[in-house]
Structures are given as C-alpha cells and as structure tokens.
C-alpha cells in the first residue's frame, strides 16, 4: 500500500491563474497545480535553494525537486507550443499565520513565533 500523500503548505493562492498567449485558439490547456506554482515562486522568483523551499512548503526536498521539474515541463511545454497556462487544483492548504512561516516570508508578512 503506497504512503498517503503529504498536504503541501502555500503562502498563498496565486493572484492570477490564467495566462493566454496572443494568437492562441484557447483549446489546449497546460495545468499547473498551486504547489506547482509555489515551488517556482520560491526557487525561481525569490531564488530559494530547494532545501528552504522544503522548509517553507513542510515536504522533503527530493519531493521539491520532483515538483520543479514537472512545473519547468508544463510551463515550458504552454510558452512553446501556444497553450493556454491555467494555475488550478492539488493538494495543498494555505498558511495560516505565524506558527507555519519559517522566517519573515515576503507572501504573507508573517514572522516564525521563535524568532520574535
């Protein structure tokens, strides 16, 4: 019997969740899930290793890497091929303050109960 999957921790739901490129005839679609899109948020735009996107997310990091590279896939496979990319869905919650950011996250402004 496989192990359950583990709830991943986001900041928060992205603000935009669709991305329709110009010209494009809208009926292909890539699907990024928001654990997808929070593991690029912290690697990619606020340039986290992923050991401290592990932390963030409270996941392992080969399970990080596993997510990156299925996102890199989908976000590469929608800019090349014209698809429309929508943010949606997967297994996640959303945080809910202090006792779940690890330092001062820049998403949600909120800081670990330890380091105060």
């Not at 080969?62 to 929508?86: F, M, Q």
Request: hydrophobic share 30%; proline share 3%; charged share 30%.
């Amino acid at each position: 019997m496989p192990r359950p999957v583990r709830v991943r921790r986001v900041c928060e739901e992205p603000k935009y969740t669709r991305f329709v490129p110009t010209g494009a005839d809208g009926h292909e679609a890539s699907v990024l899930t928001i654990e997808e899109y929070e593991v690029i948020r912290h690697v990619d735009y606020q340039k986290m290793t992923h050991e401290e996107c592990a932390a963030k997310m409270d996941i392992s990091r080969t399970t990080v890497t596993e997510i990156y590279e299925s996102a890199r896939y989908k976000i590469a496979d929608a800019v090349i091929n014209g698809k429309i990319l929508c943010i949606e869905g997967g297994n996640y919650r959303v945080c809910e303050g202090a006792e779940c950011c690890i330092e001062k996250c820049n998403t949600c402004g909120n800081e670990d109960k330890k380091n105060s």
